[in-house]
């Protein structure tokens, strides 16, 4: 009997100790003005904020909750009010933007590309035009062998198999990037598929996410995808040079995909990197975006939450920047980040701005 009550008075002991340690952990996350943030979209730029949003949590003891599930998605959370932040590669047009009811800011974070990869023998690196690549995804192009690649190709052994084409599934931008440079450089492409972050595929396998069509194409023999670049990396994949506005085939690069953007931006950045007359350029860039209402009190949001997540996109923007080279994102470029800064202090809790 004694020694059961000498258990019981042991379990009281570890059971106060875990409770006032608890107290403590919380009273000193008040301190530091800890809150979760929540955040959904694009799966393209996922690698960088997993990181950034980690080291945030680290100094600054913030939780980054954000759920990958494509730009389409990113924009309907965010405009259901389900979420602190949306992220999209595809900036939101205007009858998106009209339908929000309230004014959305677009915060640049990075750049990144869309590649064209593939599954053939050898790997080899191949050269495409955006009319060939059009072709390819009306279902045109069936072969390997046909003479629109192997003529761009001389020298390169192609193999005599079925072309199996593999696209994404979900609402994405990295979709409407890929489309987006399509209906730029292909007539036929405008007029039966256009652009879009979900699009009425006339052939291929869905696959979800970019880490859904990337493992389609390694799992399927002669397959041709479309991945952002950070994934044909991690992956090892292969990446197709493509032809661009100034005639040359561009490798997709950080430098590639930077100098992309060497362009003039629009005060609100929502522009279009597509096929820019940057003759170094690679044609199939994008920056991607967070976006938030520019006005934070809706949804009962009080004043101390709106205040994190500006103070967050700050740090991103300038501190967090260094962790998206050695992820293969490119950093933004000057332009850019001054034109986020002047977003960033534009957004306002009861008409009155955030950051001072």
Not at 150 to 173: A, E, F, M, Y
Request: glycine share 8%.
């Amino acid at each position: 009997m004694k020694k059961i009550s000498l258990i019981i008075i042991a379990l009281m002991i570890v059971l106060t100790l875990q409770t006032n340690s608890q107290n403590i952990k919380a009273l000193k996350e008040k301190a530091m003005g800890t809150s979760e943030i929540l955040g959904a979209g694009a799966t393209f730029p996922f690698p960088f904020y997993s990181k950034v949003f980690d080291e945030y949590n680290k100094i600054k003891g913030v939780k980054v909750n954000y759920q990958a599930i494509g730009s389409g998605g990113g924009i309907k959370q965010l405009t259901s009010k389900t979420v602190d932040f949306g992220a999209t590669d595809a900036f939101m047009d205007g009858k998106e933007l009209n339908e929000a009811g309230k004014p959305i800011v677009h915060i640049p974070t990075c750049l990144g590309a869309v590649v064209v990869t593939y599954n053939i023998p050898g790997n080899p690196k191949l050269k495409l035009t955006g009319d060939v690549v059009s072709a390819i995804f009306l279902g045109q192009i069936t072969s390997w062998t046909d003479k629109r690649i192997t003529s761009l190709n001389k020298g390169v052994k192609l193999p005599n198999q079925k072309i199996v084409v593999i696209h994404r599934s979900d609402g994405s931008g990295t979709t409407f990037i890929f489309s987006d440079y399509l209906t730029k450089v292909s007539k036929e492409w405008e007029s039966k598929v256009g652009r879009g972050k979900s699009l009425d595929w006339p052939v291929g396998l869905g696959g979800k996410g970019n880490q859904g069509v990337a493992g389609l194409v390694q799992q399927t023999p002669g397959s041709i995808g479309y991945v952002e670049l950070v994934y044909s990396k991690s992956n090892n994949m292969p990446a197709a040079l493509i032809k661009n506005s100034s005639g040359n085939y561009i490798e997709p690069t950080m430098n590639s995909v930077s100098l992309s953007a060497n362009i003039d931006l629009p005060t609100d950045t929502r522009v279009s990197l597509t096929n820019s007359n940057s003759a170094q350029g690679y044609p199939m860039s994008s920056f991607t975006w967070l976006i938030l209402y520019k006005e934070l009190n809706y949804n009962n949001r009080d004043y101390k939450h709106a205040k994190v997540l500006v103070d967050l996109i700050w740090w991103l923007v300038h501190n967090g920047e260094k962790y998206a080279q050695p992820l293969n994102y490119s950093p933004l470029p000057q332009q850019a980040l001054k034109k986020a800064e002047t977003i960033l202090k534009s957004v306002t809790y009861n008409g009155k701005p955030i950051l001072k």
